[in-house]
Antibody, heavy 125, light 107 residues
């Protein structure tokens, strides 16, 4: 069965960086795009970016351009999300989420069929 | 950017009821609309994609309809497990955004 298992909660100071991991299992890692979505307290989810686990290409929401970096390690079927220059407004639960469309489609569907359990990132001085 | 607006924000209903949640897009999104269910402390769960296609394993009491800018999620014969927050999401174009959510609570 498809599983996405994320790293644990983080507490960071303003200006610091955080790196969250998401380990995939139960399917061929390089066959599906992976997205990152965050959810601030009491808010709806917000799309952050997408990575092609095969070639490593990425695309980011304009709001996070320059602060977010998505990477992957195909040897461990893991994707990473690093967010820098953290502000209090970045306090949120961060999710990895799989795109249901195979990479053979060349472009993702941009909806999400499997999600990680979420990682709470708290930014506080 | 496309705006997604859900109504109502909160819906009180009883087990066995039939309920409908509406999602409106500020621009035509064709049929690129998904619905998710989220319970406290959990990740969203995909219920429906492409307006009316039920994700594998989702009970048939869930259904979706609509096109263009107006969409609905209907749950017939509510079960205790259905009380949660429901989000619509447009994936027609960037920023692939979600509605603000509808909390379905027990009356």
């Amino acid at each position: 069965q498809v599983q996405l298992v994320q790293s644990g909660a983080e507490v960071k100071k303003p200006g610091a960086s955080v790196k969250v991991s998401c380990k995939a299992s139960g399917y061929t890692f390089t066959n599906h795009y992976m997205h990152w979505v965050r959810q601030a307290p009491g808010q709806g989810p917000e799309w952050m970016g997408i990575i092609n686990p095969s070639g490593g290409s990425t695309s980011y929401a304009q709001k996070f351009q320059g602060r977010v970096t998505l990477t992957r390690d195909t040897s461990t079927s893991t994707v990473y999300m690093e967010l820098s220059s953290l502000k209090s407004e970045d306090t949120a639960v961060y999710f990895c989420a799989r795109d249901p469309i195979s990479l053979t489609a060349l472009v993702g569907a941009y909806y999400f069929d499997y999600w990680g359990q979420g990682t709470l990132v708290t930014v506080s001085s | 950017d496309i705006q997604m607006t859900q109504s109502p924000s909160t819906l009180s209903a009883s087990v066995g009821d039939r309920v409908t949640i509406t999602c409106r897009a500020s621009q035509d999104i064709s049929s690129s609309l998904a619905w998710y269910q989220q319970k406290p402390g959990k990740a969203p769960k995909l219920l429906i994609y492409k307006v009316s296609n039920l994700q594998n394993g989702v009970p048939s009491r869930f259904s979706g309809s609509g096109s263009g800018t107006e969409f609905t999620l209907t749950i017939r014969s509510l079960q205790p497990d259905d009380f949660a927050i429901y989000y619509c999401q447009q994936y027609n174009r960037y920023p692939y955004n979600f509605g603000q959510g509808t909390k379905l609570e027990i009356k």
